[in-house]
Nanobody
Framework: EVQLVESGGGLVQPGGSLRLSCATSGFPFDDYKIGWFRQAPGKEREGVSCVDNAANSTETEGFWKHRFTISSDRRKATVFLQMNNLKPEDTAVYYC?????????????????????WGRGTQVTVSS
């Protein structure tokens, strides 16, 4: 059974940092692309960052490129999202997802509809 479990969310003050984790199981970790997404209240889910472990490549969308960093621990089949200098507008539910056939590259983008397997999300609230 494919599982993705997010953790690490919480309440943080503006300017603070959080490190989200996505623990995966049930599929060959190196073969799949893993993405981080977020959904703010009243807004559509959007792609934030992705990793392709087989290609040893990552991509983070421009809005967050200088504040968010994705990484993975292949031995633990876990993907992380380090978020720094958090802003109130970063408040959202953050999800990780996996897909075999999508791409993770600057030119391609990170597309919600292409990811087949999803975690339940972790809430991030940025507020003073």
């Amino acid at each position: 059974e494919v599982q993705l479990v997010e953790s690490g969310g919480g309440l943080v003050q503006p300017g603070g940092s959080l490190r989200l984790s996505c623990a995966t199981s049930g599929f060959p970790f190196d073969d799949y692309k893993i993405g981080w997404f977020r959904q703010a209240p009243g807004k559509e889910r959007e792609g934030v960052s992705c990793v392709d472990n087989a290609a040893n490549s990552t991509e983070t969308e421009g809005f967050w490129k200088h504040r968010f960093t994705i990484s993975s621990d292949r031995r633990k089949a876990t993907v992380f999202l380090q978020m720094n200098n958090l802003k109130p507008e970063d408040t959202a539910v953050y999800y990780c997802a996996a897909d075999l056939n999508t791409y993770c590259s600057y030119d391609y983008g990170i597309h919600v509809r292409e990811y087949d397997y999803w975690g339940r999300g972790t809430q991030v609230t940025v507020s003073s």
